[in-house]
């Protein structure tokens, strides 16, 4: 099936620890994105690749660092720079910059 | 401050009746605004849009309706279900360059059975 795959669903971290998300898709889709959610918030944008090998800083990049070496891949890692990581990740993507955008289910990341 | 914005953070109704989620835009240059819906613990989907040389488009139950003089978008349901019961949110963009989505705080619609 085509689509959006977001791995793991539920993380739990150390503070200190760096941590990365998966995002991973076969829609044959230019661009993908991270975005944050808090609770009660909107979605805040991280980071976002319109192309392989390269990708540009969101709103909220501060701690966060991403590689985009495929087209099906767009992995974020939260850094411990990152200093309120507990949140709600979503990855999503469009056929170019500015269409439709498809949403992965989420990765909801704890820092302990 | 944020772009797009909302002015009902929650909005409560009865099954059967009618909804109205409404939305406010700031950036004269979008051109292309989108509903989506987001269900408790999963990534948004896809309602409907419309373009700015519309200003009523309607869908399945669902309507939207934009007006540039004010810059404001709103989403109606019709004979709302508690399967419509979700946090909704509008997001505006431009075509024709790397203008990136950007989305509204979402309204949060609660249906009573």
């Known amino acids: 099936d085509g689509g959006i795959t977001q791995s793991p669903k539920y993380l739990f971290r150390k503070e200190g620890q760096n941590v990365t998300l998966s995002c991973e898709q076969n829609l044959n889709h230019d661009a993908m994105y991270w975005y944050r959610q808090d609770p009660g918030q909107g979605l805040r944008l991280i980071y976002y690749s319109q192309i392989v090998n390269d990708f540009q800083k969101g709103d909220i990049a501060e701690g966060y660092s991403v590689s985009r070496e495929k087209k099906e891949s767009f992995p974020l890692t939260v850094t411990s720079a990152q200093k309120n990581p507990t949140a709600f990740y979503l990855c999503?993507?469009?056929?170019?910059?500015?269409?439709?955008?498809?949403f992965g289910e989420g990765s909801r990341l704890t820092v302990l | 401050g944020e772009s797009v914005g909302l002015h009902l953070p929650t909005l409560s109704v009865q099954e059967g009746d009618n909804s109205i989620i409404n939305c406010a835009y700031s950036?004269?240059?979008?051109?292309?605004f989108i509903w989506y819906k987001q269900e408790s613990g999963k990534g948004p989907q896809f309602i409907i849009d419309i373009r700015s040389n519309m200003d009523k488009r309607q869908g399945q139950r669902v309507t939207v309706l934009l007006n540039k003089t004010v810059k404001h978008l709103s989403l109606q349901i019709a004979a709302t279900q508690p399967g419509d019961s979700a946090v909704y949110f509008c997001?505006?963009?431009?075509?024709?360059?790397?203008?990136?989505?950007?989305f509204g705080r979402g309204t949060s619609l609660i249906v009573h059975p």
């Open positions: 997001a505006e963009t431009a075509s024709g360059g790397s203008y990136i989505p950007t």
């Open positions: 999503a993507t469009s056929w170019g910059a500015t269409g439709e955008l498809f």
């Open positions: 950036n004269s240059a979008s051109d292309y």
